[in-house]
């Protein structure tokens, strides 16, 4: 999995291209840790091109959920393809976290 990030006003978007597993995922959940930490951005994750999501992968996402909750900042995701937002239906990630269509 690669990513890019853009810093805007208020806010860091993460671009995510490739395969959120249990490989990628420690990498992303790090990077997403730090920007938590601070506690000053919301964060926006564009998974348009995530081909496949483990349960790593949405572990990762879970966790910057509770955290920007707790930081009262906005965690949001969007770009769901049909097969992730199935995924997400079924977990009950869809109803839990803020996807947004753009």
């Given at each position: 999995?690669?990513?890019?990030?853009?810093?805007?006003?208020n806010?860091?978007?993460?671009?995510?291209?490739?395969?959120?597993?249990?490989?990628?995922?420690?990498e992303?959940?790090?990077?997403?840790?730090?920007?938590?930490?601070?506690?000053?951005?919301?964060?926006?994750?564009?998974?348009?091109?995530?081909?496949?999501?483990?349960?790593?992968?949405?572990?990762?996402?879970?966790?910057?959920?509770?955290?920007?909750?707790?930081?009262?900042?906005?965690?949001?995701?969007?770009?769901?393809?049909?097969?992730?937002?199935?995924?997400?239906?079924?977990?009950?990630?869809?109803?839990?976290?803020?996807?947004?269509?753009?």
């Amino acid at each position: 999995m690669t990513f890019t990030k853009t810093v805007m006003e208020n806010q860091i978007v993460y671009a995510l291209e490739g395969r959120l597993d249990a490989v990628s995922s420690p990498e992303m959940e790090s990077e997403l840790e730090s920007v938590l930490e601070a506690g000053e951005l919301d964060i926006m994750l564009d998974i348009s091109k995530v081909q496949y999501i483990s349960s790593a992968g949405l572990r990762v996402f879970l966790v910057a959920h509770k955290k920007s909750l707790r930081n009262k900042r906005v965690f949001s995701i969007t770009g769901v393809n049909q097969s992730i937002r199935e995924i997400f239906d079924i977990t009950g990630y869809s109803a839990m976290l803020n996807v947004v269509q753009v």
